[in-house]
């Protein structure tokens, strides 16, 4: 096991421009989901990828979207950033069946700033 | 939708000392599962405990063990003989497998957290 990687760990960016976040997650993780944590919360689900299709999406505007590559590798983009995107970024990986019955695998993110 | 609150935000205890963790979710579903994640400094989130709801018998991790209460949805998390190494973030998260966004979806919805330290 390698575990899940993120890069980078740190990013700067200004509002309206766009970011491109990266993950790598464990070999024959086939599913992975992206969260943000925002200053002071708890993690909240953006979308899941499973076999690299999106499969489920929390509440976030299309602005949003997501890659997962068949080498076990994902991306997770976002347009015309606003101050509030602001958070720490999460990826998270599991193997089939996913997370529920062998826990999901957490890297150590990537923090954004926006200003 | 399901909710999970932490009504602590921080906590401490003392080295070798117990100490325990609320947390209460809100669900319609019979069945579900719910998880401890722990967020030390370096961020990475780590699975503390894991507990299916049909399973009436509470889990146990080494230190770590959980009071589970269906009817009464609580789940709290018992640290016992606290070591340094254990200040962190603790997270509690629902998970409903059969409240798919899509197929084969399985989200995570975290509380907010509480804040332990423990001290020498």
């Known amino acids: 096991e390698t575990g899940v990687t993120q890069s980078p760990t740190h990013l700067i960016k200004t509002r309206g421009q766009q970011v491109t976040l990266r993950c790598s997650s464990q070999s024959g993780h086939n599913t992975v989901s992206w969260y943000q944590q925002a200053l002071g919360q708890g993690p909240q689900f953006i979308f899941q990828y499973y076999r690299e299709e999106e499969n489920g999406r929390g509440n976030f505007p299309p602005r949003f979207s997501g890659l997962q590559f068949p080498n076990y590798s994902s991306e997770l983009n976002v347009n015309a950033l606003e101050l509030d995107d602001s958070a720490l970024y999460l990826c998270?990986?599991?193997?089939?069946?996913?997370?529920?019955?062998?826990?999901?695998?957490f890297g150590s993110g990537t923090r954004l700033t926006v200003v | 939708a399901q909710t999970v609150t932490q009504s602590q935000p921080e906590m401490s205890v003392q080295e070798a000392e117990t100490v325990t963790l609320s947390c209460t979710y809100d669900t319609s579903e019979n069945n579900y599962y719910l998880f401890w994640y722990k967020q030390p400094p370096s961020r990475q989130m780590i699975l503390v405990i894991r507990q299916e709801a049909y399973k009436q018998q509470n889990a146990t991790e080494n230190r770590f063990s959980v009071n589970f209460q269906k009817a009464a949805k609580s789940f709290s998390l018992k640290i016992s003989d606290s070591q340094l190494g254990d200040t962190a973030m603790y997270f509690c998260a629902f998970m409903n497998p059969f409240a798919y966004s899509g197929a084969g979806s399985y989200q995570l919805t975290f509380g907010k957290g509480t804040k332990l330290s423990v001290i020498p």
């Open positions: 998270a990986s599991s193997p089939i069946p996913a997370g529920a019955n062998y826990g999901y695998t």
